[in-house]
């Protein structure tokens, strides 16, 4: 049986951290065994916010380091630039005809945009679902690995979906999913114990995967703690349960139940917990900081990849754009 087919992308608008990397390439390594998998970076998406041309192509080539060096390997799945692929703005066009100005106007991300940036409500922006529509349909998945963040964009795709099945009579796309591998849903949280870890936050609530060792360890060490536990067993409080969370994700069962044991008992030393903590996330980040090195400073290479995945995209893209001018009506001569 052939593989169900898997599309996600992420928009190049800064370095990676620990979040982006649990959240999301993790799910994107494994499902490369298990899927037919294309995963880009949507630098059309990013042109929304006005980049500035340089910065626009070294933080695209950045995330598709980063990807390589978590472990996408090119020869199971497609690694490519969105702009490398002309069928999507073209099949863009023709979805536009499939979204309505309401729904678009009463998406929350396009509502918390125009509040963020009321001086730059342009029409990228609102019609920004359908764009994200099309990555996913361009090669016919169902499967899209995504946040919490993004189920509401997805919900849409498979409204835009329906419709144009409906109203050419066919059942040609399937509808998109959102997919997380079921186990956990993780949510990495901000070293200042407030909310979600996020590039949008300082500097030093967030880890990056290319952070130095020292780096590191100095974040680690300022997460806010307190005076310890007064009574065997209690609850832990939130600022408490993110160094644990924290640990969950980088450390030795073992360790973990060490520190679990000398909570309950009252007698766990927060300093020690942080300093194993950022040992062993050093550990944990340092092959994927030397591999981000190793590939930043081949360039060639990485755009070599790129090219060869922008090549398979264009392959399964252009199938896709041709039996949709059939179904349409459109002739191609
Ligand atoms: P940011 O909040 O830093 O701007 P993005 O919105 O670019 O992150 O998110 C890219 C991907 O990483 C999404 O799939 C998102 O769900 C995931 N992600 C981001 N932050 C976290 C986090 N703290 N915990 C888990 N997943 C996250
Ligand atoms: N909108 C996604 C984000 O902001 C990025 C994205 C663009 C995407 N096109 C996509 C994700 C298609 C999954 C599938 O994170």
Known sequence: MSKQITVSGVRPTGKQHLGNYFGAVKNFVRMQDLFNGYFFVADYHSLTTHPNANDLREKSKNIAVVYLACGLDPDKCALYLQSDVPQIPELYLIFNMMAYLGELEREATFKEKVREQPNNVNAGLLTYPVLMTVDIIIHKAAKVPVGKDQQQHVEMSRDFVRRFNNLYGVQYFPEPEAFSFADKLVNVPSLDGEGKMSKSKP????????????????????????????????????????????????????????FEETYNNCTIRYGDMKKQLAEDMVTF?????????????????????????????????????????EIIGIKSF
Do not use: W
């Open 203 to 258: 500097d030093h609530t967030c880890i990056y995967l290319e952070d130095e060792p020292d780096v590191i360890r100095k974040k680690l060490m300022r997460m806010v703690t307190d005076s310890g536990p007064k009574e065997p067993n209690s609850a832990k409080p939130l600022i408490i349960q993110n160094v644990f969370d924290m640990m969950e994700l980088v450390s030795a069962k073992e360790t973990i139940q060490h």
């Open 285 to 325: 980040l340092m092959p994927i900081r030397e591999k981000i090195a190793e590939l930043s400073a081949n360039e060639k290479k990485v755009y070599e990849i790129l090219g060869d995945g922008g090549s398979k995209a264009r392959a399964s893209a252009s199938q896709t754009l041709k039996d949709v001018r």
